[in-house]
């Protein structure tokens, strides 16, 4: 993802309890997993990457308990960590496992290699983990071009070893691209794929028509838009409604384009198109919006990335497809569940995920009504916070009474706590300030303190600083996990439902590939 890539939920909840069970029990078990995995797949979802340039993350069985918390049952690995594959068994979370760009040399000249590989990451974990897709490589043609004679051959390998342990129709081969390898993308009508590129392109399209599998894209407006300002309106870039004098005007088609990323996406089917491939679906494998940045990126914001991830989910949920293909409405992952803090410069490379390390959110995005996803869609989760142009002393007197009177728990705000710092009044006052109002249940004027607080639906954690509000939301997500046991094994399994509501089997699931993720070059 990144410049060209940054290089990394509906979740069925059941109850369902053994201690010893049977070969029958355990067959049954993965067979309905496996056919409730296929009718699933068959509509559109949101998933999630995941990235791992983290400096605390989660151990394997935290990862995939946190990830059943938050509903998230898609998710991409830019690898196939055995640790990940082995806790997501039985789990019924889908995942797409990564050959990484540095593995192609080896899987791409030697059948062999290939099928061990296949043995190794997916014959040994299939069906109890639902390996649903392999991504050979990624941004290959445009990060490494050296090694683009490779990458057929990898993939038709890996596909062969699939064929031979009879898993081919069950999972799916391709490759992502980065989107520049479409040219004159907007009006979609006139994209094309770059003409260097065609002797590759060809064939792995035919590839792909053969075997049923998706064209594999990373796309992100975000990007679009920072090289396009002044041409391409950030409205259109963030889904935003548009009047129809802002609508972007194919003059080709007449097809009006509300976002970029259906744009981006028609642009794909009309390269296809122009070389001769007309049935095979645009999976996209990343795309999001960075929360922070540098000087130079002022629209990396949280607002701004709430905003496009929020509507993103909506869009795709809404299954409206595309102008050109309002029929077909293309998955997505988002890039990303963490923010990677130790990726290097620009700022905005640490700061894609939806979740800090901690699994505190990075904000709460707005998708109420699109169904039962992460547990951070808090529209309804709010905070108290000091109010901006407040002075020093009237925010004091207030800090007092929240902390005295009011006796809100500010033991975080003391010297040497988590949320001591930044050592400032409007800090501390704002810890406070949200202390007291969950304490108060966020009663009518318990955010207030004679008008030098608000309310907020964003959540002011920060680095290792867990606000009140978010403490609670934690503690409810840990109560579910802590009825969620799983042996080593996995062989015993007990789901609880989140906040007491049972999530139907037919619920659209949100994915997340544990960008959650979404480039390699940035």
Request: aromatic share 8%.
């Amino acid at each position: 993802m990144a410049n060209s890539k940054l290089t990394t939920y509906l979740i069925l909840i059941i109850c369902f309890s053994f201690t010893v069970p049977s070969t029958a029990k355990t067959s049954t078990l993965v067979q309905e997993i496996k056919q409730q995995s296929q009718v699933q797949d068959k509509e559109p979802f949101v998933g999630v990457n995941l990235g791992t340039d983290v400096s605390d993350l989660l151990s394997a069985t935290d990862l995939v308990s946190f990830l059943q918390v938050q509903k998230i049952s898609h998710i991409r690995l830019y690898d196939a960590n055995q640790d990940i594959l082995k806790a997501l068994a039985k789990t019924k979370i889908r995942v797409i496992i990564s050959v990484p760009n540095n593995q192609l040399l080896a899987i791409g000249s030697s059948n062999t290699t290939a099928a061990s590989w296949i043995d190794r990451y997916v014959v040994a974990y299939y069906p109890e983990t639902l390996i649903t897709g392999i991504a050979v490589g990624d941004e290959v043609l445009t990060t490494v071009p050296s090694s683009a004679p490779l990458l057929l051959p990898a993939i038709q390998s890996l596909y062969g070893a699939l064929v031979a342990a009879n898993l081919h129709t069950q999972i799916k081969v391709s490759t992502p691209h980065a989107a520049s390898i479409i040219l004159d993308t907007f009006p979609p009508s006139q994209a094309y794929f770059n003409q260097s590129l065609t002797s590759v392109m060809v064939p792995l399209l035919q590839f792909l028509s053969r075997t049923g599998s998706p064209l594999m894209m990373n796309l992100y407006p975000y990007y679009v838009f920072m090289e396009n300002k002044g041409v391409v309106p950030l409205d259109n870039s963030l889904f935003k409604p548009l009047t129809p004098s802002k609508e972007m005007v194919d003059p080709n088609t007449l097809l009006h384009y509300t976002n970029v990323l259906d744009a981006m996406i028609d642009a794909a089917y009309v390269s296809m198109k122009n070389l001769n491939v007309t049935d095979v679906v645009v999976l996209v494998t990343e795309s999001g919006w960075p929360s922070k940045g540098d000087s130079k990126e002022p629209y990396a914001t949280k607002d701004n990335a709430d905003t496009y991830n929020s509507n993103l989910i909506k869009h795709v949920l809404d299954r409206s497809g595309t102008p050109l293909h309002p029929e077909i409405t293309s998955s997505v992952y988002i890039y990303e569940l963490f923010n990677e803090d130790l990726r290097s410069p620009p700022v905005s490379e640490a700061n894609w995920g939806l979740f800090y390390s901690n699994s505190t959110p990075v904000y709460l995005l707005h998708v109420s009504g699109s169904g039962t996803f992460l547990a951070n869609d808090t529209t309804n989760q709010t905070f108290c916070i000091a109010m901006d142009g407040v002075d020093s002393k009237t925010l004091q007197t207030a800090l007092d009474w929240a902390c005295g009177p009011g006796r809100a728990n500010c033991s975080e705000i003391q010297p040497g706590e988590s949320c001591y710092q930044p050592n400032n009044v409007k800090n501390h006052a704002s810890y406070a300030f949200d202390s007291y109002y969950q304490m108060e249940g966020k009663a009518s004027g318990s955010c207030d303190f004679k008008g030098v607080a608000m309310i907020t639906t964003t959540d002011p954690s920060h680095g290792s600083c867990v606000f009140p509000g978010s403490k609670m939301v934690s503690n409810k997500t840990r109560t579910v996990l802590n009825s969620t046991e799983v042996s080593g094994a996995a062989e015993r399994l007990k789901f609880s439902t989140f906040h007491g509501s049972q999530i139907s089997a037919t619920t659209v699931a949100f994915s997340i590939l544990l960008l959650i993720p979404f480039v390699t070059t940035r």
